[in-house]
């Protein structure tokens, strides 16, 4: 037991649950192709796991912006042109995956490579992130520092039910209240908020279990059940913290798959679907969809690095 009371110190151990973050997608996913029962408690917490990475981005964001004074030039000139230099090798190594595979069966999903096609196949994620990191600009920018909480809140109440009646996929709209806890977090302290509140820890249980009791008991098609998502999310980010503030996860199998966690995001998805067409057992599709995943992440990661360094490079 480490128990820590530095801000600083939680966001590193949250931070190193990246990779295990992304597995809990990738297996969500694999469990949509499979339907292997082993694989469903994946597909129950996947939104918790994307409200992760988009608390994680609320939070750091808010820290490093109150610590550096280019931060939000760092944004506009690093982060997004990085978010989108990934996004778009991800898009064209799907269509180099499907080349390869061609031989095997007759698809048409990626290639050939157009505009059109990246952004309907490209993971909704870049999207949805693009809009905090934009809204975050916005607010931080031209609104009191009293009222950016405020204002980010009501955005993503307004963007939650847009994105509800839009008839887009759900995981638009699932987690989008994670990036405004993870600003809540960086603003105040998650540690200071729970110490504030008397055992919140007991608090976030209570909104986790009664999110999942929820689940339950609304119909899957209506506002109220995409809205509990939204406060399993929140209930776990804080069950999780509370525990992370008592552990510590500076452990090197950790580190080295946080590491590669976008990488591990962005790239497992197309993989996953293109093996779909022509491996058949579901326990074999998942073995290679896990391997391919993996090299591919590890083999691409070093390639994203030099392409935020060249990025940074450009602009100093």
């Known amino acids: 037991m480490q128990k820590t009371n530095d801000e600083k110190d939680i966001l590193k151990r949250v931070n190193q649950l990246r990779g295990l973050l992304a597995i809990v997608v990738m297996l969500s996913h694999i469990w949509g192709y499979t339907g292997i029962v082993y694989l469903i408690p994946f597909n129950k917490v996947v939104t ?10 609320g939070y750091g964001m808010t820290i490093s912006s109150g610590l550096k004074d280019d931060y939000l030039r760092g944004i506009i000139k690093v982060k997004i042109p990085y978010l989108i230099s990934i996004s778009i090798l991800a898009y064209l190594l799907s269509g180099i995956f499907e080349l390869i595979l061609k031989r095997w069966c007759d698809i048409n999903i990626f290639m050939p490579i157009s505009l059109k096609k990246y952004f309907i196949t490209t993971n909704w994620y870049v999207y949805e992130l693009l809009g905090f990191y934009l809204l975050f600009i916005i607010v931080k920018k031209f609104v009191s ?3 950016q909480l405020l204002i980010v809140a009501t955005a993503s109440v ?3 039910i847009i994105l509800f009646n ?3 996929v759900e995981a638009y709209y699932n987690s989008i209240i994670g990036f405004w806890f993870g600003m809540l977090c960086g603003k105040y302290g998650c540690i200071v908020l729970m110490d504030r509140y008397k055992k919140g820890y007991i608090i976030g249980i209570i909104i986790l279990v009664g999110a999942f009791v929820g689940m339950f008991i609304f119909d899957k098609r209506s506002m109220l059940f995409a809205s509990v998502r939204n406060a399993a999310a929140v209930g776990a980010i804080i069950v999780v913290i509370y525990i992370i503030r008592m552990i510590n996860t500076d452990y090197s199998l950790l580190r080295s798959i946080s590491s590669i966690s976008p990488e591990l995001y962005f790239y497992h998805m197309p993989i996953a679907l293109l093996l779909s067409y022509i491996l058949n057992d579901s326990y074999v599709y998942m073995t290679v969809v896990i391997i391919i995943s993996f090299l591919v992440a590890i083999v691409i990661h070093p390639v994203n690095n030099k392409i935020q360094i060249i990025i940074k490079r450009g602009i100093n």
Do not use: D, N, Q
């Open 48 to 57: 918790i796991a994307v409200g992760f990475f988009f608390f994680l981005s």
């Open 158 to 160: 307004i963007g939650f």
């Open 166 to 168: 839009s008839g887009l």
């Open 145 to 147: 520092e009293r009222y």
